[in-house]
């Protein structure tokens, strides 16, 4: 039987490249983004691929899709939380909070919205994996993205707690914090992005975490050391190193 996937976020970047990696493997894909356009474009060389162009901070859009790919196709093997948006932050700045607010939402709150629908199906099929896209930025604050390291870290912890959750019961909860990667996320980024990964060679790495069903991982493999490294310094060299480090545009 083909895997039945669905990802977040698919319709450019890491989502694209997780959706073309997984049509090449000949699952059925349940394609999730705001913007129609792409995901028609997209879905052009993917044969059989389900489209919803919905926002994930809709929870009624996101459960109404989730139902309609199972009454299609049945309960999902994995589910990928990929939807993010990161904008550079700085909380002296009033109009930030709403940005602040909309990165909380897609990033976690999102996330939440995808995985609620599929739980109960999963857990009564006994099988399924739910996969959140965290990052390396979730491990310490980094100055001028403090919205998205926030999103992050809360992402991480939701994780975390939902594996636990769902310990026992046959279901999967992976976390995969990725560095750096070519996507237009990163696209306009003003400093050096040490370790950069392609979407493709990305992609490839996350469908293998997902295949061997490894419940935490850090790609690539040097940033794994990058991120233990900096949740190691003490506060005091940590601030001194990163204080006037190059940000986010705003």
């Given at each position: 039987?083909?895997?039945?996937?669905?990802?977040?976020?698919?319709?450019?970047?890491?989502?694209?490249?997780?959706?073309?990696?997984?049509?090449?493997?000949?699952?059925?894909?349940?394609?999730?983004?705001?913007?129609?356009?792409?995901?028609?474009?997209?879905?052009?060389?993917?044969?059989?691929?389900?489209?919803?162009?919905?926002?994930?901070?809709?929870?009624?859009?996101?459960?109404?899709?989730?139902?309609?790919?199972?009454?299609?196709?049945?309960?999902?093997?994995?589910?990928?939380?990929?939807?993010?948006?990161?904008?550079?932050?700085?909380?002296?700045?009033?109009?930030?909070?709403?940005?602040?607010?909309?990165?909380?939402?897609?990033?976690?709150?999102?996330?939440?919205?995808?995985?609620q629908p599929f739980i109960?199906?999963?857990?009564?099929?006994?099988?399924?994996?739910?996969?959140?896209?965290?990052?390396?930025?979730?491990?310490?604050?980094?100055?001028?993205?403090?919205?998205?390291?926030?999103?992050?870290?809360?992402?991480?912890?939701?994780?975390?707690?939902?594996?636990?959750?769902?310990?026992?019961?046959?279901?999967?909860?992976?976390?995969?914090?990725?560095?750096?990667?070519?996507?237009?996320?990163?696209?306009?980024?003003?400093?050096?992005?040490?370790?950069?990964?392609?979407?493709?060679?990305?992609?490839?790495?996350?469908?293998?975490?997902?295949?061997?069903?490894?419940?935490?991982?850090?790609?690539?493999?040097?940033m794994a050391i990058v991120?233990?490294?900096?949740?190691?310094?003490?506060?005091?060299?940590?601030?001194?190193?990163?204080?006037?480090?190059?940000?986010?545009?705003?």
């Amino acid at each position: 039987m083909p895997l039945k996937v669905i990802i977040s976020g698919a319709s450019s970047g890491l989502g694209q490249a997780l959706a073309q990696h997984y049509a090449g493997l000949g699952a059925t894909l349940g394609l999730i983004a705001r913007r129609q356009d792409l995901l028609e474009i997209l879905s052009v060389g993917l044969s059989g691929a389900s489209i919803y162009a919905v926002d994930v901070r809709d929870a009624p859009a996101i459960q109404a899709a989730a139902q309609d790919f199972m009454q299609r196709h049945g309960c999902p093997d994995i589910v990928i939380a990929n939807a993010g948006i990161s904008r550079g932050t700085l909380t002296e700045y009033a109009e930030d909070s709403q940005v602040f607010e909309n990165i909380i939402a897609t990033n976690v709150t999102g996330m939440v919205n995808l995985f609620q629908p599929f739980i109960a199906a999963m857990r009564t099929s006994g099988q399924g994996s739910l996969v959140g896209i965290a990052s390396v930025a979730g491990y310490r604050g980094l100055p001028g993205g403090g919205a998205y390291s926030a999103s992050k870290a809360a992402a991480i912890s939701y994780l975390e707690s939902l594996r636990v959750e769902m310990h026992g019961k046959g279901v999967s909860v992976i976390t995969v914090c990725p560095g750096y990667i070519v996507t237009p996320m990163t696209a306009n980024n003003p400093f050096r992005m040490p370790f950069i990964l392609t979407a493709d060679d990305a992609a490839g790495k996350i469908a293998r975490i997902i295949r061997d069903k490894t419940l935490f991982a850090v790609i690539p493999w040097q940033m794994a050391i990058v991120a233990r490294l900096l949740k190691l310094l003490p506060n005091f060299l940590y601030d001194r190193l990163f204080a006037k480090a190059p940000r986010k545009p705003r």
